[in-house]
């Protein structure tokens, strides 16, 4: 019987995943999070900085350090993160590399019955769909999980400001971010216990494909003339 696991338990397993392979893409996450929260905090200041020296008469040259101090922060900011995403890459690809080694291990181990069994076969055409996917969930995470952060982090941060100023807004914000999340909550959870009907499409996708480039077949597919057959699916 397959065994689920919540999101809880599948963070906890990519964390210790990359710490155990590849610590530099936890920081990498981690330094992304930080970047991206310092971009977003001068461009929430550099208005009412660019404001509040232009009211209290300071002078043009004090209005251009203003300026010019937020554009090259904002400008360093995005240099450098763009520069740990490149460098990240890498270490992403080598983790989703490596668990492509151990489903295709797994697979090449198990005892022989397994290997026609239409369950087994259906799991590892969902690895192999989620694996060979760039996007898919093993790099994705580690975007999502440096969003989760920054998303948080950036929701204490700025409520907190905001309840310096306004309480009743501050109220409203956070009412209105419990009230998005259980909106969206549904939705993701319909996708997740959908996804094995989605596998099972993408299984005879994936047949296909392989049938198409399977030589031995080449002489059946111009005998019978299938190949329309195999375009049209």
């Known amino acids: 019987k397959e065994k689920k696991y919540n999101i809880w338990q599948n963070s906890v397993y990519m964390l210790k995943y990359g710490a155990e392979n590849r610590k530099s893409v936890i920081v990498f996450s981690l330094l992304m999070c930080l970047l991206a929260l310092a971009s977003n905090f001068l461009g929430l200041f550099v208005s009412p900085a660019v404001v509040s020296s232009i ?87 580690w975007e ?6 920054l998303n948080v982090i950036g929701f204490i941060s700025y ?20 009230v998005y999340f259980l909106l969206l909550r549904p939705l993701n959870e319909w ?20 049938a198409a480039r399977d030589n031995a077949l080449a002489k059946d597919v111009r005998m019978f003339s299938m190949q329309g057959w195999l375009r049209s699916i």
Do not use: H, Q
């Open 55 to 141: 009211e209290n008469g300071k002078g043009l040259g004090n209005l251009l350090l203003t300026v010019l101090f937020f554009s090259v922060g904002l400008i360093l900011i995005s240099g450098l993160s763009t520069y740990i995403r490149r460098v990240g890459d890498s270490g992403r690809v080598y983790l989703r590399v490596l668990m492509m080694e151990k489903v295709t291990l797994k697979f090449m181990t198990t005892s022989y019955p397994n290997t026609e069994n239409s369950e087994i076969l259906r799991k590892r055409d969902r690895c192999k769909e989620t694996l060979f996917d760039a996007n898919g969930a093993p790099e994705a995470f």
């Open 144 to 149: 999502v999980i440096s969003a989760v952060l």
């Open 159 to 178: 409520t907190f400001i905001i309840s310096n100023v306004d309480l009743i807004l501050a109220a409203v914000v956070a009412v209105s971010t419990i």
């Open 191 to 210: 996708w997740y216990k959908n996804y094995d009907e989605k596998s099972e499409y993408m299984g005879r996708f994936y047949w296909a494909d392989d």
